[in-house]
């Protein structure tokens, strides 16, 4: 069973920064993609940012220059790192794990971390 623990998120100004974590254990699969997508109230889920085993990373378009992601593959672990927010940038933030399996992809998930953007 694979289980995504997050850490991070919270109250921050416009303009201000905040890091996120997140810690997967249990059976991976060693080529695999690691991510952060968000949803907003009323809005869809939408894809942050992710990046593959071998660090190569995809940004969305509303967070690239601002945010960054960066991976430790010996700990199973993924990191966001979100500079000059934004109040747009308010949402629940879900840690994604997936990797390719019989033709599709697994999905994990994490239990989702409040990022709010706020004076």
């Known amino acids: 069973q694979v289980q995504l623990v997050e850490s991070g998120g919270g109250l921050v100004q416009p303009g201000g920064f905040l890091r996120l974590s997140c810690a997967a254990s249990?059976?991976?699969?060693?080529?695999?993609?690691m991510g952060w997508y968000r949803q907003a109230p009323g809005k869809q889920r939408e894809l942050v940012a992710h990046i593959n085993n071998n660090g190569m990373s995809s940004y969305g378009a509303s967070v690239k220059g601002r945010f960054t992601i960066s991976r430790d593959n010996a700990k199973n672990t993924v990191t966001l790192q979100m500079n000059s927010l934004k109040p747009e940038d308010t949402g629940v933030y879900y840690c994604n794990l997936q990797w390719p399996r019989d033709g599709t992809w697994l999905n994990y998930w994490g239990q989702g971390s409040q990022v709010t953007v706020s004076s």
């Open positions: 249990g059976s991976i699969f060693s080529a695999n993609v």
